[in-house]
């Protein structure tokens, strides 16, 4: 579904990633590892076109997507959720959710997509009228999450979502992620620190150490901790 090739990034003169190889199987759900500072937020930020990468090429469904703006990757059905959620914070849960569902052209499908995110993320319908902002991290999160879903993407990129959760929060957002790709067959990409709740829901793993790939495989082998610290 999405296949970077070669990806160069960085800030000014400063290069971050250098000629990173990355691809996301339609329906897989590929999880980016690596330390602090070893460039996956500016290797996804690249992918989305927030920072247009200074090399390499992007494929999305078969389409050369780099260079264009987020606007249109949203609107070609992708979503990029940012660390730290990306909500309106000063919106009440519900604006946020219809701020989701801005790019959708047809809206007569909202209604319908609202009551599956409401079933979904109970918490969301019950605190429908409260400022996102006075969320719980962990409800913030769902909310950023139900958003996405609002213009119903095909490909999802998450960066980070568990930071700053407790550990039975982070549990039940890797839980909601993996419910979505399962039921709707939403392709996802996904940042995370947390090993140990993000490796059951991979499909695959790509590993990033001072931004260059130097794992791309199963996460099976991964399990095995002696085998993880020698990528760390
Ligand atoms: N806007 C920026 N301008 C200049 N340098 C930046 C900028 N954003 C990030 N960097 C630098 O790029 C490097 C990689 O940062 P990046 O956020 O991509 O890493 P990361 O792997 O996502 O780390 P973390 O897990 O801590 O979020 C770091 O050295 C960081 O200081």
Redesign the pocket.
């Known amino acids: 579904m999405l296949e970077a090739t070669a990806i160069g990034a960085g ?2 003169r ?1 290069q ?1 990633v250098h000629g990173v190889d990355l691809t996301v199987g339609q329906g897989e759900i590929l999880l980016v590892l ?10 996804m930020r690249s992918l989305f076109g927030l920072l247009p990468p200074t090399a390499g090429r992007i494929r999305y469904e078969g389409r050369d997507i780099a260079g264009r703006s987020p606007a249109q990757n949203v609107a070609d059905g992708i979503a990029f959720i940012p ?1 730290g959620h990306g909500i309106f914070r000063t919106l009440s849960v519900r604006d946020n959710l219809d701020l989701g569902a801005f790019v959708e052209p047809d809206k007569s499908l909202l209604p319908e997509r609202l009551e599956s995110i409401y079933r979904m993320f109970p918490i969301l319908k019950e605190r429908a009228s409260q400022i996102g902002g006075t969320l719980s991290g962990g409800q913030q999160q769902m909310l950023a999450i139900g958003m996405a879903l609002m213009h119903a993407p095909r490909l999802v990129i998450l ?2 979502p568990s930071i700053g959760l407790a550990p039975n929060l982070v549990d039940k957002v890797m839980e909601a992620i993996a419910f979505i790709n399962r039921t709707m067959g939403t392709t996802i990409l996904m ?1 995370e ?1 947390n090993v140990k709740y993000s490796l059951p829901i991979a499909s695959r793993v790509a590993v ?1 150490k001072t931004g260059r790939k130097i794992y791309d495989g199963p996460p099976d082998p991964l399990h095995d901790r002696v085998e993880l610290m020698k990528l760390f």
Do not use: F, M, R, S
């Open positions: 800030y000014g400063k971050i690596g330390h602090n500072g070893a460039g996956k937020t500016t290797l660390q960066d980070e940042v620190q990033l």
